[in-house]
């Protein structure tokens, strides 16, 4: 895998773990992503400062908070996710296997591949 991959996996991974924390609870604080992510918080401090550069985070010193094209990237990505796990669990993989591996796939796939599958699961 290149570094750019590695890099949009890395923030993809961070932007849906903000996105499905802020759906559970109202504040996202920093521990609460390195909890989610099993990372440290200097990991998390590393990827908020990127993300915010990238304009898809912003903080208010103790929160963080998507941007609306930060939300916009978390919510495909997220569809992305839910879509493969779905496909897998309804091919016979197992829960833990079909939600690990759409944790890896939703960044290989191609948009083709995943409207295949979405397709699929809508029939």
């Known amino acids: 895998m290149n570094t750019y991959a590695k890099y949009n996996q890395s923030s993809e991974d961070y932007l849906e773990s903000i996105l499905t924390i802020s759906k559970e609870q109202e504040a996202v604080h920093r521990i609460d992503v390195a909890k989610k992510m099993n990372v ?56 833990a296997n079909a939600e690990e591996d759409a944790c890896h796939m939703e960044h290989l796939l191609s948009e083709e591949t995943v409207q295949m599958m979405k397709n699929f699961l809508h029939k």
């Open 40 to 95: 440290s918080q200097a990991a998390v401090n590393k990827a908020v400062k990127i993300l915010c550069a990238g304009g898809y985070v912003y903080e208010d010193g103790k929160h963080l908070y998507l941007t609306e094209s930060g939300k916009a990237y978390a919510e495909r990505v997220y569809e992305k996710h839910c879509i493969i796990r779905d496909f897998l669990l309804k091919n016979g993989v197992s829960a």
